[in-house]
């Protein structure tokens, strides 16, 4: 059986590309869930993304080669979440 795996990723105007925040894997993944669920932070899950992602460190950013799942994971963000539309609106994209 595989080891869960949780990837926390960020996103500002400024940077070049989104960043890792945090790596969880096993029991902590319940836990990372459990703090974006407090936040109203969106969740995306994906199994195999998670397993490339949870090699990376927190503050590396994405590289190019990931860009086109990000850009899709932003696009669900974008529509499930009212306050992330708003903040790209906002931002001009």
Same mark, same amino acid.
């Given at each position: #059986? !595989?080891? !869960?795996?949780?990837?926390?990723? +960020?996103?500002?105007?400024? *940077? %070049?590309? %989104?960043?890792?925040?945090?790596?969880?894997?096993?029991?902590?993944? /319940?836990?990372?869930?459990?703090?974006?669920?407090? &936040? &109203?932070?969106?969740?995306?899950?994906?199994?195999?993304?998670? *397993?490339?992602? $949870?090699? #990376?460190?927190? +503050?590396?950013?994405? %590289? /190019? &080669? =990931?860009? =086109?799942? #990000? $850009? *899709?994971?932003?696009?669900?963000?974008?529509?499930? &979440?009212?306050?992330?539309? *708003? !903040? #790209?609106? !906002? $931002? +001009?994209?």
């Amino acid at each position: #059986m !595989k080891e !869960k795996k949780g990837i926390a990723v +960020g996103y500002s105007f400024d *940077e %070049p590309a %989104p960043e890792i925040l945090a790596v969880a894997k096993g029991f902590l993944v /319940d836990r990372m869930l459990a703090i974006a669920k407090e &936040n &109203n932070i969106t969740v995306y899950k994906d199994s195999d993304l998670a *397993e490339i992602l $949870s090699y #990376m460190t927190p +503050g590396e950013h994405i %590289p /190019d &080669n =990931r860009f =086109r799942i #990000m $850009s *899709e994971i932003l696009a669900y963000c974008y529509k499930i &979440n009212e306050k992330f539309r *708003e !903040k #790209m609106v !906002k $931002s +001009g994209i």
